[in-house]
Every structure is written in structure tokens, then in C-alpha cells.
């Protein structure tokens, strides 16, 4: 079982590049997460999608965009990559966004920016 | 103040023993809470939900104190295998992840 399936795995970018983070999920969720993770910090939302054709701003939208392609796939953009968007960086898809719907992660891309 | 507070540890525990972890949360308007698992530099795993009565799942129980706006989570008889960082997760519009209590187990 694929589940939630995330590409590049790792990636290093120079200051100014751009590139598009790729997420696909098996389990006919309809809601999409994309989150990035610090040293000690937790996970913060960065974007989200509830259902196909929505998306949302989550805590730390800046510098990033997405796109929810259809129901499968949710990418994430970004522009011109700043040295702070060195993390990693986690795709999630939940069946919905109601009450107790947890989340299944891709198993992460690991960027970094010079 | 951080939305979900969780001790970072490391908590370093010899096998078979008991260990309690905790975890407070700001929004007393949160509905929904859970534990995930991850490993190092792995994906962080649904361990279990938590739920108002408190619920079991094996060696592993989790708490919640609406009052007090924390949760809890109890492995007994702790194996090699729950080494891993524990995060605290509560759910209002958003999930919000704590940044986790890292346990190893030693034998």
C-alpha cells in the first residue's frame, strides 16, 4: 500500500531557485496537507486543501503556493527559494477535515537551500 | 506562549519500565487530540487518538484533562522498539503539532 507518496526525497536548491514538490495519496482523502518541519518546532501548516478545488493558507503560507491538481495530487511551489525554507518538509491527506480525522504523512522531503 | 507545549526530553529509560509523557494545549476550544509517533527522520505515525474517557490500546494509554487543558500518554513494559520522538497533537480548525518528547529505551 502506497498511501501518501512524496518526490524528490531530498533536494538542494540555490537562493533564487525554484522547484515544485510533488504529492500523491492512494486513499481517496479528500483533504491535503503540506507541512514543514524545524528543529525543535513542530510541524506548522503551510498549506492545506479540505477538498479538490479548495486551498487554504495555513500558518506559514509565505513564499510557497500550491495546487491541488485533482483529488489525488497536491503540489507545493516555490518561487524563489530563500535559505530559510531550508526543512523538511511533509505531504498529508486525511479523509476529511472533520472532527477525529487523523492524518497520514509521505515519508518527507528534505530541502536545502544555499 | 506555544499553542501545544510538550517536555522535549530526551527521556532515557531502561527496558520494561513505565514512562508518562504530558502535554498541554492553549485552546480550550480543541476537539479532537492525538498521539503520532515518529521515528528519526522518518514520517510522524498515528500511535492513537484520545479520547474524553481516556482510552487503551496495549501497553499504551492516553489521557485527556479538558479542565486543565492537558494530555497524557503511559507505555508500560517499554521496549527497544518504542525509542522514537512522541508528538502531541491537537486538532481545533488546524492540527497542531507540539514538537515532541524523545524517548529511548535502553536495555
Known amino acids: 500500500n502506497a498511501g501518501v507518496t512524496q518526490t524528490p526525497k531530498f533536494q538542494v536548491l540555490k537562493t533564487g531557485q525554484s522547484m515544485t514538490l510533488q504529492c500523491a495519496q492512494d486513499m481517496n482523502h479528500n483533504s491535503m496537507y503540506w507541512y514543514r518541519q524545524d528543529p525543535g518546532m513542530g510541524l506548522r501548516l503551510i498549506y492545506y486543501s479540505a477538498s479538490e478545488g479548495t486551498t487554504d493558507k495555513g500558518e506559514v503560507p509565505n513564499g510557497y503556493n500550491v495546487s491541488r491538481l485533482n483529488k489525488r495530487e497536491f503540489s507545493l511551489r516555490l518561487e524563489s527559494a530563500a535559505p530559510s525554507q531550508t526543512s523538511v518538509y511533509f505531504c498529508?491527506?486525511?479523509?476529511?477535515?472533520?472532527?477525529?480525522?487523523?492524518?497520514?504523512f509521505g515519508d518527507g522531503t528534505r530541502l536545502s537551500i544555499l | 506562549r506555544k499553542e501545544v507545549e510538550q517536555d522535549p526530553g530526551p527521556f532515557n529509560v531502561p527496558e520494561g519500565a513505565t514512562v508518562a509523557f504530558n502535554c498541554t494545549y492553549s485552546?480550550?476550544?480543541?476537539?479532537?487530540f492525538f498521539w503520532y509517533r515518529q521515528d528519526c527522520r522518518k514520517e510522524p505515525k498515528l500511535l492513537m487518538s484520545v479520547y474524553s474517557s481516556g482510552n487503551e490500546d496495549g501497553r499504551f494509554t492516553a489521557q485527556l484533562n479538558r479542565a486543565s487543558q492537558y494530555i497524557s500518554l503511559l507505555i508500560r513494559d517499554s521496549k527497544l522498539s518504542d525509542s522514537a520522538t512522541y508528538l502531541c497533537?491537537?486538532?481545533?480548525?488546524?492540527?497542531?503539532f507540539g514538537a515532541g518528547t524523545r524517548l529511548t529505551v535502553k536495555p
Open positions: 498529508a491527506s486525511s479523509e476529511a477535515q472533520g472532527w477525529n480525522q487523523p492524518q497520514h
Open positions: 497533537v491537537v486538532k481545533d480548525n488546524d492540527m497542531r
Open positions: 485552546n480550550s476550544a480543541s476537539q479532537s
